[in-house]
């Protein structure tokens, strides 16, 4: 009998839930609110309640799953099914996640950083096409990633590989960065990255330029602002747009030198950008490219939207599939 997974995607403001089957069709979704007061402590029972009332109210057996899979923020220990440091979860002492979900469901459990988890996702269904060597890139409010390499999800000796966002790509006189270091991609590509790149670009610029405008007023200007009104033709946000994605076309690039993957996944709310963002980003990765990675490493575009999480979630679930 084929077995049906549960995806788990945790975020700081909902956590999105997922039936699949096996093969990875979603067959159900739902989300709840995600409670972060009092440290977050109920974060952990309302997943299992919410997971519990779901096949309650479906009237499915427990005997019909395999296992639970989970994305989450935060460093997570993939052995033990801990996490720490989750901030925007308020969980900043050590979580025992896994035992209190395998505890409250009576089902397997396994879990993994949210951004690998994005990237298994993007790989098994999305733009990935299954490829044994697939590296996502997600821009949103920071930069995260993820590297599959062989087909397995690279994490290192600590559970640090991946951290694309953390590349430097402006080596000198760059934006601090969260880490503690400087002029990391994440500083200048991602959603507030591009502001701050078009605020320093402001302070030179002389044209004409509605957004350049906004931002001498002190209006507040977003990277959507920027993107749009560089479709539109503004000069100046073309430029902005110019820097950010030989930003991440460097960055690329030199992921692409280095691991040579089938492709090169950009998702995340930026990516929304579309072809705009995806030609440019792909022209500087030509250019920082040797020939073999020109002709064989592709830069696309991520297909799964807001379903990445719970089907790359998912799909840790698959490993407790008897054969």
Same mark, same amino acid.
């Given at each position: ?10 975020? &700081? ?92 469901? *009576? ?15 993007? =790989?098994?269904? *999305?733009? *990935? ?12 409010? &920071? ?23 953390? #590349? #430097?790509?402006?080596?000198?006189? *760059? ?20 502001? =701050?790149?078009? =605020? ?38 073309? =430029?902005?747009?110019?820097? #950010? ?22 998702? &995340? ?55």
């Amino acid at each position: 009998m084929t077995k049906k997974i549960i995806g788990i995607d945790l975020g &700081g403001t909902t956590v999105k839930f997922g039936i699949l089957t096996e093969n990875g069709e979603v067959q159900d979704k739902w989300s709840i609110e995600t409670n972060i007061l009092d440290e977050g402590i109920h974060i952990v029972p309302d997943i299992i309640d919410s997971i519990n009332h779901r096949l309650d109210l479906y009237k499915l057996d427990k005997s019909e799953f395999a296992g639970i899979g989970m994305g989450s923020p935060g460093s997570v220990d993939l052995e033990e099914g801990t996490v720490i440091g989750a901030y925007n979860l308020n969980w900043k002492t050590l979580q025992q996640v896994g035992k209190g979900i395998t505890a409250g469901t *009576g089902l397997p459990f396994a879990i993994d950083n949210d951004a690998n988890v994005a990237a298994m996702g993007e =790989r098994w269904l *999305g733009a *990935g096409e299954n490829q044994p060597d697939v590296v996502f890139i997600t821009l949103g409010t &920071g930069v995260g990633g993820g590297i599959i390499a062989n087909g397995e999800m690279i994490h290192g000796v600590a559970g640090g590989g991946g951290e694309i966002g953390h #590349v #430097v790509v402006v080596p000198e006189n *760059g934006f601090e960065c969260t880490c503690g270091s400087r002029g990391c991609l994440e500083t200048v590509a991602s959603a507030t990255g591009v502001v =701050r790149v078009a =605020r320093q670009m402001a302070e030179e610029y002389e044209g004409d330029s509605e957004i350049k405008a906004q931002i001498d007023n002190g209006e507040a200007v977003t990277s959507k602002d920027i993107f749009a009104a560089a479709e539109q033709g503004d000069s100046f946000a073309l =430029r902005v747009v110019d820097k #950010v994605c030989m930003y991440l076309g460097l960055a690329c690039g030199n992921l692409g030198n280095t691991l040579n993957p089938d492709s090169i996944v950009i998702g &995340g709310g930026m990516a929304a950008a579309g072809e705009f963002l995806r030609q440019q980003v792909e022209a500087y990765f030509l250019t920082f490219t040797f020939p073999t990675i020109q002709r064989t490493t592709k830069i696309k575009l991520a297909t799964l939207g807001n379903d990445a999480g719970i089907i790359g979630a998912a799909s840790l679930a698959r490993k407790f599939i008897k054969e």
